[in-house]
Each structure stands twice: as structure tokens, then as C-alpha cells.
């Protein structure tokens, strides 16, 4: 789609040459046929080495703009995004496609649904009930139990398990909110990429990439009730216990343990081989190898000691 | 069916005349053809007031009704209308009806399901395995992801979304306890609305009314792993992040704006514009625009202050 | 299997007589043609009165086994389980096998799947989308929602309800970690049972057991989003709001009430008529017919004047 077009359609002014664009992505991630926006003064210094085809950003900020980069000038450019993404949305069903292609020695159940352009290795079990959206593929080995829901352009490893119920591929929870209050949805153009002998509980829930890639890597567990919010990276060899809930953006390294019920805030990371316990609430980006409880989180033995002190103050009491 | 047959069924001694019912309701709702009932004398009031047809309730509160409201005698009210409740039950699936009307453009996926007496408008996507009971009226545009179950009567408006495996319409959590500690099941025979712009993330379940409605109005967004009760109204635009959990009959306000893993008690209400944080624990009635944290809940700011003071304690011991 | 295949298998010594091998299971409950395991020295008299036909052990441990006990001799008992594990799991869905028996009256709605070998009483509704698997049993009058999905091998009792998306009888969350990180599958070899008049709501996940079965007693009910962790037996009468989570093993006495988002950790026990208030985190065995609250938890009245000190402290500050 031209630039000039976006920019007449949502009355943008245009700042630079035309250009074709083909998908919306980050700062950072932008290539050269990829539109960008400058949601936060903070992310300035991304804004000055883009390598986008264009950026939305307010007035102020277009002269930071590297000399080829163009601009669709708006006072709201996340409101902007959101509206231009729509564009950019994938049709949540093909209409048409290929066939899908299955590998040797599949078992897909009666009542199990493959969309057009997936592509599924060998040794697949599919069951019944569950739907394979467009596009998708999964590796050899894999078992898919039933009810599972698996968005289109996603990518299932081999050797992995999917329990009942789960859902992959689900749009991330991303709005832009209007002055008056209304929430634009922003499309949720990205996949779920799960890497090979991972396995996912019962009616969890991963979210796709508003661009690029959610992922979880290679011999991850997680347990039933887990929300992965979009844009994570799960490291390898993680084990995440029910109920817990990552927010969009966070990295979590490998070999890290999650207790029942924790959950991070977005846009942190977590170190290699950490522990949260149960019901922990990670709020900051933490080392790795050490041990963390409590809400705010602070060291296991940290949070002990604070009851032992709570325990003394109720007991004098 | 007649108030005496009623009477008859459950050995409940019958005073003032008999009349046909159709239905069971709150006292504060319930019209001249509805049965409803006295759990607590806190409703005393509700009682004097009614203009229902007749009232479960213990003999030493018949002397309050309306003069041409009749009444069931029972020690037991809430057991006896849980018993009540299973006659008025609809059949969870029909047997038989009209086929369902889809409206033009519609893209009816292979494998989903749509009940007798549904009514599907235009430009409608139900993904396959989707299930839309009997019953259920759909608006356009709507997309509904796979393995979505939508239950009898319940409502959808237009330009929602539906993400997978969520479940609109289950029965909210309602049972009398016997003396003897065993659970009668109060059938939940009302609906759930939402209304237009409404977004539902993946593997939420949003309990039917037990009589009436829940409700979710328009523009609110709801991310995944959400619990919405029987009978909570959830006001416009609001905002409510992954494994939020509302209990039955509250109302949220507008623009309200609901952190992760936050969650509600029953029977209260939160003022338009308010923020709960991630985990905040609301258990009161609590005012419109101010920003709330912790369990028990207070003002964030006050909550910030309470984990600076716990702090100092840990770094003095 | 015979024991020296296993142990060839996966290079083990064997020591003591060759046998026929049919299950894996606990010390205590294993007969004598089952394989079992120490993992961990606590559990150093249970091996010593074992009723197994063989152990997997350490072997420094192999000398406390009774006489006709053999035993396979490793450094790592539980990843050398956890691989054998898989060599007993059943396949997830059978190739063959007698069609499923149904009972008289039942309403099987167009879209459910029912397994091989598995027995539907009389009047069960199954709902659209709904997957019963291979050699399940259901008791008469059940009513399954849409999208449930029953594992193979569990046993639903009469009178149930199980609501949109549940789960039942994925497999727990076990795995046994190899010195370098890894995470190996135990598979669950067990089933769930739920006893008579259990009512189950939307999107929960009960696990099955990992030997012998995960069990729910006669008239207990649960809310939505409820995870319940294998080998976990949950007494009658129980109730259960949403989002609450229970972890493996843990056994819940009867009329036991426990609050929305309150969890437990594994392994422990809750006494008779215990009430765990919303988001009690029980960490401890806790004596029956008291009321609980707070995470760690404590009785409910120490909770509110620990929360009274904390707001002196805040007021004063």
C-alpha cells in the first residue's frame, strides 16, 4: 500500500517521498517497506537510527528523522497506528488456499480442523475438536489434544504437547485509547512461535506478536491456566506452574521457575535460572540464580524475614 | 404452571390466592406473574415493596407482603426457591425449532454449530468449533473465534470479537445449602448481553444471570482468562487485564481500568474512571477516578507508602 | 514387560529376579507386578515395606528392599522414571476398539466425538464439540456442555454438569530434571474419577492422576477457571470460587469452602468444614472448621488485626 494513500485516507500530512509499505513493525525492527510510530519521547533515540520506510509522530519529532525516513505527521500517532493496522490485518479465515499438506503416519481425529496452507511433519496426532488455523505449521511427533485452538501463521516445533483447550496465536491485548475514551484495537499482526519438546497445560492462553514473534523456546513446561502475554520470549527449559501470567514484552531466561499463580508486569526480563515463587509479582527486570517471593517482590529470604517481623508485630499485639 | 401446583410438589402451605407463574425474579423485579423469595430480613424492605405474584419466605414475614401478594411458607426460602428453580429451567438444548437465520456475507466455518432459533447478522465469522446455542442473536460483523461456546439466549452485539475457547453464558455459581450441608443448584435462567465493540480475549468465561442479565456494555476490552459473574454489569470502555476475576453482581463503572490477576467481591460497585492495579483486591463499594492497589485495597499511593514503611522494618531488623 | 528388558533398556543393573512388569507406582500402593521408585530418602520406609515387584534406586539404597523386591539400580531414580514412565503410557487415542455403548434418552448433539470403548448411561446430554475419549465412563442424567474434553479413561459419575471448555484428565505437571536442565516427561498413567451430583464450571482443568486417580466427591461444586492438580481428592460437598488452584496431591476435607483465587501447594491436607477466605494461600496441613485468610495464611481473625496494625502504622506514619 502507498504511504500516500495512509496518509489520505486517515488526512495525515505526508513528510517525505512516497513509498510502498507493506507491514507495520518497531522502531527498531522496522526494515525499509515497514511503517513505525514514535509513541513516547523516551523511544527518541530508536526514532533517530530507524531504519523504517516511515514513521507516524507528532510535528515535533520529525525533524529527528533519519534523512530517508518519511512521516505521517499526527498529534495521536499510537491512534493512528491502531487505525492503520486494521489495514495491514490478515483475514482471520482464508477464504481460498492450498490444501493442507500431512505428513506420514498422522492420526487427525474425526472433527478436527486444518486451515488451508499448513503444513503438518509426520507423526502428528491432531484430536478431535481441535482447529489448526491457516498457514500454520507443526512439527513431527507433535500431539494436539482436543479443543485446541491454534491461530493462523503460528509454528508448533516437533516432539511438543498441547493439552486440551489451549489457545495459541490469540491477539494480544493492545489499544490505543482515543481522547474521548474509546479504545482502538491495534491488530495483532504477529505469530506464536513454539519451539520444539515444549509442553502447554490445559485452556492456556498465548498470545500472538503485535509484530514478530511471541516465543517459547526449546523444552519449556508450563502448566494448565498460564497467560503468555504477546511479544514474550520464554527461554528454554522453563517450568511455569498454574495460573501464572507473563505480560506482554517480558523475557524470561532459561531454566527459570515460576510458582503457582505468580505473574510479571510487561516489558521486563528475568535472569537465567531465577525462582519465583508462588504467588510472586515480578515488577522490575531481575537477576538470574537467585531466589524471589512476595508482592512487591523482593529475595525469598527477604520475604521470610519480613513475616517473621509481621508474626512478632501480631503476636505483642 | 399454578402456584398451588408448586405449593403442592414442594409440601409448602400456600397463603393467598393461587395464580399462574412464569417465572422466578428478585423481589425488586419481579412482575405480578414471578415467584420470588425472602433469603435475608436485610430485604425486608424489598419485601413491603414488591409487586411480584407471590413470595417464598418464613412465616413470621407473610404479615409484610402487599396485600395481593400471595406466599410459599418455608423455613428454608433460599433451598426451597433453589428447588423451584430447576422447574422454570430451560432445556439446555432444544429438541426442536426454527433453523437458524444468518444474515448476507456470513463465513459459517465447517465444524461450527449454531442452535435452533438463532438469529446471525450480516458479515458475521464463526470459526469452527464454535458453538452458538439456541436462541441467540448475533450483530454484525461479529467475528467468533474456534471453540467458542455461546450458551442458549444469550446476546452478542456487532463488531465484537470473540477469541478462542471462551465461554459466554455459563451458569453463574449459585446453590443453596441444605441443614444437612448438601448443595441445591439455583438454576441461573437469565442471559448475558454484550453490547457493540466489545472484545473477549481467549479462555475467559463470563457467567449467565440467574435471572435478568449480565451485562457488558459497549467498547469494553477484555484481555484473557477472565471471570465475569452471573449478574455483574460491566460499564463502557472499560479495560481489564488477563485472569481479572469479577464476583457475581457487581458493577463496574465506565473507562474503569482493571490490572491483572485484580479482582472483585460481589455485590458492590466501582465508580466510572477508576484504576485498580495488578492483584489490587477489591472488597468495597469504592469511588470513581482514583488509582487503588493491595488486598485489602486502598489508595495506591497510601499502599506505596505502606511498602516503604515495611521496607524500613525489614532494613532495621 | 519384563524386567530385564527395561533394564537393558536403559542400561540399568538389575538386581534380584526377572519379572513381568505391568505399571508404574508409589511405594506404597505398588503390588507385585508393578515397578516403583525412591527418590528421595524420606520416603526410605516405605521403600523398606514396599509390596512392589521392583524399585528403582540408588544403590546404596538397594539393601533396606524386602526379600522377593528386585531392583533397578541408578544415579537418578526419577529421570530413569520418568523415561520408563513413558514405555506404560497408554496412546492418547486408540486406533481401534468396540463403539461406545449409550444409554437410553441421550441427546448426543451433532459435533460431539465419543472414543472408542467408552459407556454413556441413560439421558446424558453431550453437547456440540464436546470430546469424550477413549474407554471413559459417564453416569446417567450427566450434562456435558460444549467443548468440554474428557481424557481417556476417567469416570464421571450421575447427576453432573460440566461447563463450556472444562477439562478433565490432562495430564498433571511432572518432570524430572536431568543434571544438565532438562525437563523429562513422567507420564500420567492415572485417570480422574468425579463421584455423583459434582457440578464443574467453565474452563477449569483437573488433572489426572500420575498412578491411581484424581478424585472429586459426591456433590461438590466448583466455579470457573479452577485448576485442580493431579492426584488431588477433593472431599463432598466441597465448594470452590473462581480461579482458586489447587496443587498435586493435596486432599480437601468435606464441606470445605474455599474462596475465589485462593490456592494451595501440593501434598498437604484441609480438615473437614475449613473456609479459606478469597486469595488464602495455604502453604500447611490445616485443621478442619476454621476460617482462614492471607498468603502465608493464618486464621482470619489474626489476618484482620494484622491488617489493623498495618493501618495504625500507615496513619501514624
Partial sequence: MLLSQIAENFSLELVGEDKEIRALNSLQEAKGDELSFLQNRKYLNALKNTKAGAVIAQQEFVKYLPEDVSALVSDEPYVVLARISKLFAKEPMQKEGKKPVIGANCQIAQGAYIGFDSVIGDNVTIMSGAVIGDNVK???NTLIYPNVTIYRDCVIGSNCIIHAGTVIGSDGYGFATTKDGRHIKIYQNGNVIIEDDVEIGANCAIDRAVFGSTIIKKGTKLDNLIQIGHNCI????????????????????????????????????????????????????????????????????????????????????
Fill in 234 to 317: 520464554i527461554g528454554e527449559n522453563v517450568l511455569m506452574a498454574g495460573q501464572a501470567g507473563i505480560a506482554g514484552s517480558t523475557e524470561i531466561g532459561r531454566n527459570v521457575v515460576i510458582g503457582g499463580q505468580a505473574a510479571t508486569a510487561g516489558h521486563l526480563k528475568i535472569g537465567d535460572f531465577a525462582v519465583i515463587a508462588a504467588r510472586g509479582g515480578v515488577t522490575k527486570t531481575i537477576e538470574g540464580k537467585k531466589v524471589y517471593s512476595g508482592f512487591p517482590l523482593m529475595e525469598h529470604k527477604q520475604w521470610l524475614k519480613l513475616q517473621g517481623i509481621l508474626a512478632r508485630l501480631l503476636k505483642r499485639s
Fill in 138 to 140: 507443526i512439527g513431527d
